[in-house]
């Protein structure tokens, strides 16, 4: 089973940050959490990543509270492309070099003119 | 970046036959590969973890002897739907991971429909 929660669906008005919240109170300390975002009928594109530290890259931020249980997307500057279903994953058992993905039901983005 | 190639893209099939679809990690050696499939407006199902050299690990609830998976060699999977049903049409896509910056990279996926 997945070990994340995440809200079913979210709007964002077009040019304005999108934040999204995903929980994981039963993520262990070795496990990290991963956030990709799937396009209709393309395959999951990889987003970021990370342990325990904010991670930034050129797509998005991800900020993870101190005690791990949850994190938060961030699209700084959101476009009508970034209209997505954005995965939240912890990844089970390897650290970030093993383990698998186990997807939930992620949150559906719908960026708005 | 790294790049993971499905083939075929899509494919129809009729009732009784068998369907091979291949991943392809392009520019890196894939040492687990990953299968899953997914149903119109549902998330993504992991079927089997497939690590080169060594027989896949499934799920539980996917029959082995249905969804064959043989990684061979460190830069391509095969799923083999074997006497393929209906029930079998899905989206099948499969993710690599091999280098040391913790991605994993998924193909763009395979719609196979069996008639």
């Known amino acids: 089973d997945a070990k994340t929660t995440q809200p079913p669906s979210m709007d964002c008005a077009e040019g304005r940050a999108a934040n999204l919240p995903c929980n994981h109170s039963t993520i262990s300390g070795n496990e990290y959490v991963y956030w990709y975002r799937q396009i209709h009928s393309q395959g999951p594109q990889y987003i970021i990543h990370g342990l325990k530290n904010n991670e930034t890259n050129e797509m998005a931020s991800l900020i993870i509270t101190e005690d791990r249980k949850s994190s938060t997307l961030i699209l700084p500057h959101a476009t009508l492309r970034d209209t997505a279903v954005y995965y939240c994953?912890?990844?089970?058992?390897?650290?970030?070099?093993?383990?698998?993905?186990?997807f939930g039901q992620g949150t559906e983005l719908s960026v708005k003119p | 970046g790294a790049v993971v190639s499905q083939h075929p893209s899509w494919v129809i099939c009729k009732s009784g036959t068998s369907v091979k679809i291949e991943c392809r990690s392009l520019d890196f050696q894939a040492t687990t590969m990953f299968w899953y499939r997914q149903f119109p407006k549902q998330s993504l199902m992991l079927m089997a973890t497939?690590?080169?050299?060594?027989?896949?690990?499934?799920e539980q609830g996917v029959e082995k002897d249905k969804f064959l998976i043989n990684h061979a060699s460190l830069t391509l999977s095969t799923l083999t739907v074997t006497s393929a049903h209906p029930e079998d049409s899905s989206f099948y896509i499969c993710?690599?991971?091999?280098?040391?910056?913790?991605?994993?990279?998924f193909g763009e996926g395979s719609r196979l429909t069996v008639l």
């Open positions: 993710s690599a991971t091999g280098g040391y910056t913790g991605e994993l990279f």
């Open positions: 497939s690590n080169e050299g060594s027989k896949a690990t499934y």
């Open positions: 994953i912890v990844r089970v058992g390897g650290g970030n070099q093993g383990g698998k993905l186990i």
